[in-house]
């Protein structure tokens, strides 16, 4: 079973715009971890933001937000202010307690932000 | 720069050839991940060392795969016998033991292209 879906292949945003990519995860281990990741053109993964299963409060770092809504098992992302550099590929990514060792990954959302 | 830099960048080979990749982590983490991208699609996890020992082997690493890290340090990722299937992004991770500080730190990642 995919333990991470986006089913976002690609979006398009207007520069200064706010935008949301989804995320919807699968684990029934209490404790889990939740990532976001940037992935440019050339290729190397940056880390955006994280959200641990037990943090009371939705993540943010900078212009990034994470909307986690526990119940739902969603991980949604949020941009504000898109910047024509936040055209990548983003991917949502988890680790729980029965694969610690190792992240799963979503097939990514190709975001686009138009000037 | 202290980031986690991998060794080529870029590789062309022919059907056949072995190759050898090289990651160097960032200096304090001694958890070292590999991971394989194919275009369209998220990292999907190979392998992961602790310090010096590799304790999980995902069924992506068939035998013709071979992973080391000999003193904790930098690890290497050799493929024999290369085959066109082999073609994709092979990308190094690294991050703490520490549960609570297991953020995965990638590097720009060595792209494979079997001819």
New interface residues.
């Given amino acids: 079973a995919q333990k991470i879906t986006q089913t976002q292949p690609g979006m398009f945003v207007q520069e200064k715009e706010a935008v949301t990519l989804d995320c919807t995860y699968d684990t029934s281990d209490p404790s889990y971890g939740l990532f976001w990741y940037k992935q440019p053109s050339s290729g190397e993964m940056i880390f955006l933001i994280y959200q641990g299963s037990y943090d009371q409060q939705n993540a943010t770092e900078g212009r990034y937000s994470l909307n986690f809504q526990k119940a739902r098992k969603s991980a949604n992302l949020v941009i504000s202010a898109s910047q024509l550099g936040d055209s990548a590929m983003y991917f949502c990514a988890m680790r729980d307690l029965g694969n610690f060792n190792k992240f799963y990954f979503g097939s990514g959302t190709k975001l686009n932000v138009k000037p | 720069d202290t980031g986690v830099s991998q060794d080529p960048r870029h590789k062309i080979t022919k059907r056949g050839q072995n190759v050898t990749f090289r990651c160097d982590p960032i200096s304090e983490h001694n958890?070292l991940?590999w991971y394989r991208q194919t275009l369209?699609?998220?990292?999907?996890?190979l392998t992961?060392f602790q310090n010096e020992a590799q304790?999980?082997k995902?069924r992506l690493l068939s035998d013709r795969f071979s992973a080391e890290r000999p003193k904790g340090s930098f690890s290497t990722l050799e493929i024999q016998r290369t085959e066109q299937g082999d073609s994709a992004?092979y990308?190094c991770?690294s991050s703490l033991a520490d549960?609570s500080a297991?953020?995965?730190?990638?590097?720009?990642?060595t792209?494979l292209t079997v001819l």
């Fill in positions: 958890r991940y369209g699609q998220g990292p999907e996890f992961y304790l999980e995902s992004m990308l991770a549960p297991g953020t995965q730190y990638f590097g720009p990642g792209r």
